[in-house]
């Protein structure tokens, strides 16, 4: 396994990927993921197979503002190179590797990332099940956030540095 910086023409393996990770009302559509790796390539991290093949992917914009907001989802045009906080939109692993690591890896790999950038730390959204998984690495619980995306309400969790 390998975790390498996603490219244009990875948009048809990762647009699959996220909809089969999440249901249709939260799952990123093709047009926001491409405008996700034209803007914020860099800040997408793929997790693949020697051969290639897409195992998952970690992905989000980074922006000074301090909490994840809904239009940040479907706004690439949102990121800011220079700002503080990396944010993650979504943490994707294919169903038949689930609980083998490769989520924490790319966890991992984001967070040294941004820790390389000098952001200071990172933010994301889950649902109530998901925090003790989040917690694991460092994030955070901040309750109940003001994001309904996909007809959800969301956790909001952080990782200071």
């Known amino acids: ?9 990875d948009l048809d393996a990762v647009a699959a990927l996220e909809a089969a990770c999440f249901p ?5 559509g093709r047009d926001a993921l491409q405008q996700r790796l034209a803007v914020f390539g860099q800040h997408f991290l793929l997790l693949t197979e020697e051969d290639g093949t897409l195992v998952g ?6 922006t000074d503002l301090p909490d994840l907001e809904d239009r940040m989802y479907d706004q690439a045009g949102l990121h800011n190179e220079k700002g503080a906080w990396q944010m993650i939109f979504g943490l994707d692993v294919r169903e038949q590797d ?8 790319l966890i991992k790999a984001m967070t040294e990332h941004a820790q ?4 200071k730390g990172l933010v994301l959204t889950c649902k109530d099940y998901r925090i003790p998984y ?5 994030f955070a619980d901040e309750g109940f956030c003001g994001s309904v995306h996909g007809g959800v309400r ?5 990782l200071t540095f």
């Open 57 to 62: 992917f970690i992905n989000g914009m980074v």
């Open 154 to 158: 969301w956790h909001q969790m952080r």
């Open 134 to 138: 989040y917690a694991k690495f460092g």
């Open 24 to 28: 249709p009302a939260e799952a990123a």
């Open 98 to 105: 689930r609980c083998r690591g490769y989520g924490g890896q």
């Open 116 to 119: 390389r950038q000098g952001r």
């Open 1 to 9: 396994m390998m975790i390498r910086t996603a490219q244009a023409g």
